[in-house]
Protein backbone atom coordinates (compact mmCIF):
# COMPACT_ATOMS: atom_id res chain seq x y z
CA UNK A 1 0.00 0.00 0.00
CA UNK A 2 3.13 2.43 0.35
CA UNK A 3 2.96 4.87 -2.33
CA UNK A 4 6.55 5.33 -4.33
CA UNK A 5 5.62 8.91 -5.17
CA UNK A 6 8.18 11.76 -4.06
CA UNK A 7 5.43 13.43 -2.09
CA UNK A 8 5.41 9.72 0.12
CA UNK A 9 8.83 8.41 0.15
CA UNK A 10 11.42 10.70 2.00
CA UNK A 11 14.55 11.10 -0.65
CA UNK A 12 16.60 11.22 2.68
CA UNK A 13 17.92 8.04 4.77
CA UNK A 14 18.10 10.67 7.66
CA UNK A 15 14.32 11.44 7.20
CA UNK A 16 13.57 7.88 7.15
CA UNK A 17 15.35 7.37 10.37
CA UNK A 18 13.80 10.34 11.87
CA UNK A 19 9.82 8.73 10.80
CA UNK A 20 11.02 5.19 12.09
CA UNK A 21 11.77 6.64 15.41
CA UNK A 22 8.96 8.98 15.72
CA UNK A 23 6.92 5.87 14.87
CA UNK A 24 8.66 3.35 17.82
CA UNK A 25 8.29 6.61 20.07
CA UNK A 26 4.82 7.28 19.43
CA UNK A 27 3.91 3.68 19.98
CA UNK A 28 6.17 3.49 23.17
CA UNK A 29 4.13 6.59 24.40
CA UNK A 30 0.93 5.09 23.85
CA UNK A 31 1.81 1.30 25.27
CA UNK A 32 1.81 -0.58 22.63
CA UNK A 33 2.41 -4.14 23.67
CA UNK A 34 5.42 -6.10 22.05
CA UNK A 35 6.18 -3.76 19.58
CA UNK A 36 8.88 -5.26 16.94
CA UNK A 37 10.22 -3.18 13.50
CA UNK A 38 11.43 -5.38 10.55
CA UNK A 39 13.51 -3.56 8.40
CA UNK A 40 12.56 -4.05 4.41
CA UNK A 41 15.63 -1.82 2.90
CA UNK A 42 16.89 -3.84 0.12
CA UNK A 43 14.13 -6.64 0.96
CA UNK A 44 11.23 -4.96 -0.59
CA UNK A 45 10.78 -1.46 -2.52
CA UNK A 46 6.96 -1.85 -0.19
CA UNK A 47 8.91 0.52 2.39
CA UNK A 48 12.44 0.67 4.18
CA UNK A 49 10.39 -0.56 7.74
CA UNK A 50 7.57 -2.36 8.94
CA UNK A 51 6.58 -2.02 12.73
CA UNK A 52 4.24 -4.46 14.19
CA UNK A 53 2.74 -3.92 17.23
CA UNK A 54 -0.67 -4.92 19.06
CA UNK A 55 -2.97 -2.87 21.87
CA UNK A 56 -5.27 -4.65 24.40
CA UNK A 57 -8.46 -3.79 22.70
CA UNK A 58 -9.95 -2.26 19.71
CA UNK A 59 -10.34 1.50 21.55
CA UNK A 60 -6.69 1.47 21.96
CA UNK A 61 -5.51 0.05 18.63
CA UNK A 62 -7.53 2.78 17.29
CA UNK A 63 -6.40 5.50 19.26
CA UNK A 64 -2.39 4.76 18.99
CA UNK A 65 -3.05 4.85 15.16
CA UNK A 66 -5.04 7.74 14.89
CA UNK A 67 -2.57 9.79 17.38
CA UNK A 68 0.38 7.91 14.93
CA UNK A 69 -1.12 9.94 12.00
CA UNK A 70 -1.73 13.10 13.41
CA UNK A 71 1.88 13.27 14.92
CA UNK A 72 3.26 12.38 11.00
CA UNK A 73 1.02 15.03 9.69
CA UNK A 74 2.68 17.39 12.32
CA UNK A 75 5.97 16.87 12.38
CA UNK A 76 6.61 15.83 8.40
CA UNK A 77 3.36 17.46 6.61
CA UNK A 78 1.84 14.48 4.82
CA UNK A 79 -1.07 12.61 5.89
CA UNK A 80 -0.39 8.74 6.20
CA UNK A 81 -3.15 6.33 4.27
CA UNK A 82 -4.65 4.36 7.26
CA UNK A 83 -7.08 1.39 6.78
CA UNK A 84 -8.95 -0.71 8.96
CA UNK A 85 -10.29 1.67 11.98
CA UNK A 86 -13.83 1.71 11.57
CA UNK A 87 -13.65 -2.04 13.18
CA UNK A 88 -10.13 -1.50 14.81
CA UNK A 89 -9.55 -5.37 15.01
CA UNK A 90 -6.30 -4.58 13.09
CA UNK A 91 -5.15 -1.24 11.40
CA UNK A 92 -2.56 -0.30 8.46
CA UNK A 93 -0.92 2.93 8.56
CA UNK A 94 1.09 3.66 5.44
CA UNK A 95 3.25 6.55 6.07
CA UNK A 96 5.52 5.62 3.05
CA UNK A 97 8.83 4.42 4.69
CA UNK A 98 7.52 3.11 7.63
CA UNK A 99 4.24 0.74 7.29
CA UNK A 100 2.44 0.21 10.25
CA UNK A 101 0.30 -2.69 11.28
CA UNK A 102 -1.26 -2.67 14.89
CA UNK A 103 -3.70 -5.46 16.15
CA UNK A 104 -5.34 -6.73 18.90
CA UNK A 105 -3.19 -9.57 20.37
CA UNK A 106 -5.23 -12.62 18.87
CA UNK A 107 -5.81 -10.98 15.20
CA UNK A 108 -1.69 -10.61 15.49
CA UNK A 109 -1.37 -14.05 16.31
CA UNK A 110 -3.71 -14.63 13.66
CA UNK A 111 -2.24 -13.26 10.52
CA UNK A 112 1.62 -14.00 11.93
CA UNK A 113 3.13 -11.51 9.76
CA UNK A 114 6.21 -11.39 11.58
CA UNK A 115 6.41 -14.81 10.37
CA UNK A 116 5.41 -14.18 6.64
CA UNK A 117 8.11 -11.27 6.66
CA UNK A 118 10.87 -13.78 7.39
CA UNK A 119 13.24 -13.92 4.52
CA UNK A 120 15.16 -16.43 3.05
CA UNK A 121 15.03 -20.15 4.79
CA UNK A 122 15.98 -18.13 8.02
CA UNK A 123 13.25 -19.94 10.64
CA UNK A 124 12.60 -16.98 12.51
CA UNK A 125 12.46 -13.40 10.94
CA UNK A 126 15.17 -10.66 10.89
CA UNK A 127 13.09 -8.57 13.38
CA UNK A 128 14.16 -6.29 16.23
CA UNK A 129 12.14 -6.14 19.27
CA UNK A 130 12.03 -2.58 20.66
CA UNK A 131 13.11 -2.15 24.20
CA UNK A 132 10.78 -0.97 26.86
CA UNK A 133 7.94 -3.41 26.26
Known amino acids: MASSSPAYRASEPD ?3 ALH ?3 LASLDDDQAVDTI ?3 LAGKS ?3 DYMVIASGRSTRQVA ?3 QKLAEKIKAEF ?3 SRIEGLPTADWVLLDAGDVIVHLFRPEVRSFY ?3 RMWAFGDAPTPPVVPVLGD
Do not use: D, F, K, T
Request: no cysteine; hydrophobic share 50%; charged share 20%.
Open 37 to 39: SIP
Open 77 to 79: GRP
Open 63 to 65: SMA
Open 112 to 114: NLE
Open 45 to 47: SIA
Open 15 to 17: AVE
Open 21 to 23: RLV
